[in-house]
């Protein structure tokens, strides 16, 4: 099954879907995705590097390099490979205006 | 069991529930206390044994191959401790310091102190990883990371996939997503086959696992390449086009992909047992700074290490380990304690191979120092390899001064991906070896924190 964004499900593929929002689109995974797994099934990246042009899509997936947060609508700042995505989240690539 | 005899039994706080951890726990139950066992991982299993998340439905044969019946118990095992009361679990949790006999511990809702009076580490590795030019870009991942996708959530990181590296896990990884339905276009390994060889004597310790490994490697067929020379990722703003390579031969190759996977074997995870106080040393075989500590694991001062964040034994040592770890903490605390014996002829047998894996997979120091000066070398701040060479001219060649000149080591990896090969480019400029080049100090919190959190600790 091929996606939009950088992954390809092998497997697991019988799960029921939930919905999220990335950067004000709506996007669906499936329920047991990370929050990585399903913002890359929708997209080519979690974030954009403060130090360089590139973005980010993570790179260690066992919360070592902390290349993968991803910031909310709201709230905290989530560790996209350790946190479950949860339906009606609301996640974006870029830092809200209001942050300094 | 009365309040009296709770409070008088010693509280023994095992940070870790791979292999090594769970079977501390085991023995420590075996003999009457009641072990507390933290992890960041919702299900305990560790890096080998990772759990998918409830309601995926592969077998234990699917995931894990010809470890699944290992699996199996173990995972068993940890579940019936909980379920039966023997051990307290806290999942989802990740320890960020350790100071005066209390662990720091961040949840989702904040940090909480856990006091211990013996403190077992089994934190485990992570992917030991060298830079490569382009290795910054999105799309670009460990090893381990490829891995994890697919065990635990069934997934490529790409469509067409290329890993480069060195070491058992580069072609077990291969091996496993080609088996899955992945597309791998090329596994690039830089040992070459005569350096390979040389690791015979000591790979021979176990024949079996020896095998298993030549038999997946003809899985690879001829995507499998040894004694390649990279040399660079080709990106565009998306990720990665391309990989150039040359082979043993010397010809230049180009394979077209949009994911690339890393590492080079595995680097201890060891900025807990820091924290803690452990000496270290500096190993030339595995390349790397490792923490001190008896045949059993004692570290002094009631700390205990065990498994592959200690020494680079893999699964079934770490088991081992953990057994005995928990067996010096019994002994220590006046308890009985498991005979020892076997354990440590069985960690010795172990550890030849292992000399034997690193021996055969070496750290790739000739293509670190030789790296081109407009390489990003630490990819959470892009700190070149020409930053670090100008902060040696400036500062000198010691690890703790090029860190604040030039930044490597200091963002949010807090040099778990940089140091290895920033030290190599530091002694290469220096004119000295990297151990002479020290180490970067350990420091809290060892993952980012918020600072709401810490101000509301309690
Ligand atoms: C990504 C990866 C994949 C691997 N795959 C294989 C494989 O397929 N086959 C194989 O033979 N070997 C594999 N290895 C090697 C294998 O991990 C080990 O040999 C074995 O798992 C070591 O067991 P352990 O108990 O020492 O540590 P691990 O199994 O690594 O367990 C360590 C645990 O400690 C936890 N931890 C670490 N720091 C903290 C902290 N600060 N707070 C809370 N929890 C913490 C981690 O979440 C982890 O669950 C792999 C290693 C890695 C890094
Ligand atoms: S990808 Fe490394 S911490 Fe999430």
Known sequence: MISDGRIVRLAERDRPPVRFSLDGVPCHALEGDTVLTAVLASARAVRVSEFGPEPRAGFCLMGACQDCWVWQEEGPRLRACSMPIAEGMRLRTLPPEDWP | M???????????????????????????????LHPVIIDEGARAGGQIYRRPPEGFTRSPEQLYGSEAAKARALHALFDRMAADGLLTHHPRRSVVAVRDGQLHVLAENGVQAIGYDRLILATGASDRVAPVPGWQSAGVY????????????????????????????????????????????????????????KGLPGLAARPAVMLRGLVLRARLGTRYRAGVVLERIETDPDGPVAVRWRDSGGRENRTECDMVGMGWHLRAETHLADLTGCAFSYDRQWHQWLPQ????????????????????????????AGRLAAAACLADLGRQAPAVDAGLRELARLERFARGVSRAFPWPAAMTRGLPDDTIVCRCENVTAGMVRASVALGGGEANRVKSLSRLGMGRCQGRYCQLAGADLVAAQAGCSPDAVGRFRGQAPVRPTPIGALLHEG
């Open chain 2, 293 to 320: 500590a008896d045949r059993l694991g004692r570290a002094g001062n009631g700390i205990y290490l065990a498994g592959d964040g200690v020494r680079l034994l893999g699964a079934d040592g770490a088991e081992t």
């Open chain 2, 2 to 32: 009365t309040a009296a005899r709770e409070a008088s039994r010693p509280k023994v706080v095992i940070v870790g529930a791979g292999p090594a951890g769970m079977r501390a726990a085991e023995t420590l139950v075996g003999a009457g």
């Open chain 2, 142 to 197: 460990s090893l381990g990371a490829a891995q994890i996708a697919l065990k635990a959530q069934g997934v490529a990181l790409g469509r067409r996939i290329v890993l480069m590296g060195t070491g058992p896990l580069l072609t077990l990884v291969g091996a496993q997503l080609l088996k899955a339905g992945a597309q791998v276009a090329a596994v690039l390994d830089t040992s070459p086959w005569h350096q390979q060889m």
